[in-house]
C-alpha cells in the first residue's frame, strides 16, 4: 500500500486553530482524488473533506464549512488541512486518503490512506 503519513495534531482549546498535513508519493498528492476523515470515539469515521486533483474543486461537511480549508501543494507533495474555530466535537483522529477515481464520502472506497493523527479539542 502507497503510504501517507498524517502529522499536526495535537491539543488545542475550543475556537483555536490547527494545520494538519499529509505527504506521500508525488504522482499520489498531484494526480489523486484526496480528502480527510475522521473518527471520534465509538463513533462511525465519517467524511470530513476533499479536493479534486483536476481543478482543485472543494468540499466539506456541513458542520465545518467556513472554519476548515483543504488544500494542496503538489511541489511540496503535501496535503493541508487548515482547520480554525475548532469545537470539542471536532476531536477526533484525522485520515488522509487518496483514490484515482471519483470523490466519494465513505472511507472504504479509498484504497490510500495513513495511520491518522489525533486532534482533541478542549472546552
Known amino acids: 500500500q502507497e503510504q501517507l503519513v498524517e502529522s499536526g495534531g495535537g491539543l488545542v482549546q475550543a475556537g483555536g486553530s490547527l494545520r494538519l498535513s499529509c505527504t506521500g508519493s508525488p504522482d499520489i498528492i498531484r494526480s489523486y482524488n484526496m480528502g480527510w476523515f475522521r473518527q471520534a470515539p465509538e463513533k462511525e469515521r465519517e467524511f470530513v473533506a476533499a479536493i479534486r486533483w483536476l481543478d482543485f474543486s472543494t468540499y466539506y461537511r456541513e458542520d465545518v464549512k467556513g472554519r476548515f480549508t483543504i488544500a494542496k501543494d503538489n511541489t511540496a507533495s503535501t496535503l493541508y488541512l487548515q482547520m480554525n474555530f475548532l469545537k470539542p466535537e471536532d476531536t477526533a483522529v484525522y485520515y488522509c486518503?487518496?483514490?484515482?477515481?471519483?470523490?466519494?464520502?465513505?472511507?472504504?472506497?479509498?484504497?490510500?490512506w495513513g495511520q491518522g493523527t489525533q486532534v482533541t479539542v478542549s472546552s
Open positions: 486518503v487518496a483514490h484515482a477515481g471519483v470523490i466519494r464520502t465513505s472511507f472504504d472506497y479509498y484504497n490510500y
